[in-house]
Nanobody
Framework: QVQLVESGGGLVQAGGSLRLSCAAS????????MAWFRQAPGKEREFVAG????????YYTDSVKGRFTISRDNAKNTVYLQMNSLKPEDTAVYYC???????????????????WGQGTQVTVSS
């Protein structure tokens, strides 16, 4: 099993920025694809961004393209989500997730990810 711990959430005004971090422990991190999902009140959990084990394959949902950047530091077992130009509709609990397929590319479906963090709240005020 891999333990995932998110941090970096908080309250920010519209147009502001936040950087989320997800630290992994327990298994070799560098061989697995990682992703960020989010879940707003009353809505289903949705894919936000994903990055392959090498960092060469990156995918974003359309609503965050050009504003969010996902990256990873395999030496630190950490994946990041830099969020700029935040909007009230970005308000949600953000979860990091790990896909235990070795050397996998990014997948956008929830069922592809076996390990999840506890989530971190992001609130964007208007």
């Amino acid at each position: 099993q891999v333990q995932l711990v998110e941090s970096g959430g908080g309250l920010v005004q519209a147009g502001g920025s936040l950087r989320l971090s997800c630290a992994a422990s327990g298994r070799t991190f560098s061989r697995y694809a990682m992703a960020w999902f989010r879940q707003a009140p009353g809505k289903e959990r949705e894919f936000v961004a994903g990055i392959s084990w090498s960092g060469d394959n990156i995918y974003y949902t359309d609503s965050v393209k050009g504003r969010f950047t996902i990256s990873r530091d395999n030496a630190k077992n950490t994946v990041y989500l830099q969020m700029n130009s935040l909007k009230p509709e970005d308000t949600a609990v953000y979860y990091c997730a790990l896909d235990l397929r070795d050397w996998g590319l990014v997948r956008t479906i929830i069922g592809a990810y076996q390990n999840w963090g506890q989530g971190t709240q992001v609130t964007v005020s208007s």
